[in-house]
Nanobody
Framework: QVQLVESGGGGVQAGGSLRLSCAVS????????MGWFRQRPGKEREGVIA????????YYVDSVKGRFTISQDNANNTLYLQMNSLKPEDTGMYYC??????????????????WGQGTQVTVSS
């Protein structure tokens, strides 16, 4: 059974940082597209950033470039999202996702195979 479990969300003031983790079991992240999506209040879920081992990093949202970065620990089958210089508009539920198709990694939610339950990020001004 594939499980993705996010952690690390919480409340932070604007300008602060958070590091989200996604522990994956039942699935090998090494040769997969791994990504972070978010759903902000009143908006649809959107792709934020994705990584594919050997294929680099893809940003889906220009506003996070230079502030967010994605990484993965293949030995521990864990995905990370480091978020710096957070803004109130980054508030939302953040989800990790996995997709075993070849890159490029899709920015469309329906294309992704497995999802975590989400972790809430709240940035106050």
């Amino acid at each position: 059974q594939v499980q993705l479990v996010e952690s690390g969300g919480g409340g932070v003031q604007a300008g602060g940082s958070l590091r989200l983790s996604c522990a994956v079991s039942g699935y090998t992240i090494r040769s997969s597209c791994m990504g972070w999506f978010r759903q902000r209040p009143g908006k649809e879920r959107e792709g934020v950033i994705a990584i594919y081992t050997g294929g680099g990093i893809t940003y889906y949202v220009d506003s996070v470039k230079g502030r967010f970065t994605i990484s993965q620990d293949n030995a521990n089958n864990t995905l990370y999202l480091q978020m710096n210089s957070l803004k109130p508009e980054d508030t939302g539920m953040y989800y990790c996702a996995a997709d075993d198709r070849q890159p490029p990694c899709s920015d469309s939610s329906p294309d992704w195979d497995f999802w975590g339950q989400g972790t809430q990020v709240t940035v106050s001004s």
